[in-house]
């Protein structure tokens, strides 16, 4: 199975139950941790926008929705 691994400058929602449910950001990083047994998970440092909070925040693959990707995304095994 292959997970996509969005890239570094998308745009993407939050879509987790939380206080930043319902926002956008851009990714800033990407840090993946890789099981043999199982498909990578991915963990996103995203900027936020129409928030006070100015340093970005890690959302869980699960938690964030692409919106608008700048380059192909990169697919891991």
Do not use: R
């Not at 693959?61 to 095994?77: F, L, M, Q, R």
């Amino acid at each position: 199975m292959q997970t996509n691994v969005l890239p570094v400058g998308s745009l993407v929602d939050v879509t987790s139950y939380g206080p930043f449910g319902g926002l956008k950001g851009t990714v800033q990083t990407v840090n993946t941790i890789v099981d043999e047994a199982e498909e990578p998970f991915c963990f996103y440092l995203v900027a936020l926008e129409g928030t006070h909070i100015q340093e970005p925040i890690w959302f869980e693959h699960n938690e964030v929705e692409v919106a608008e990707v700048v380059t192909s995304p990169s697919v891991v095994p």
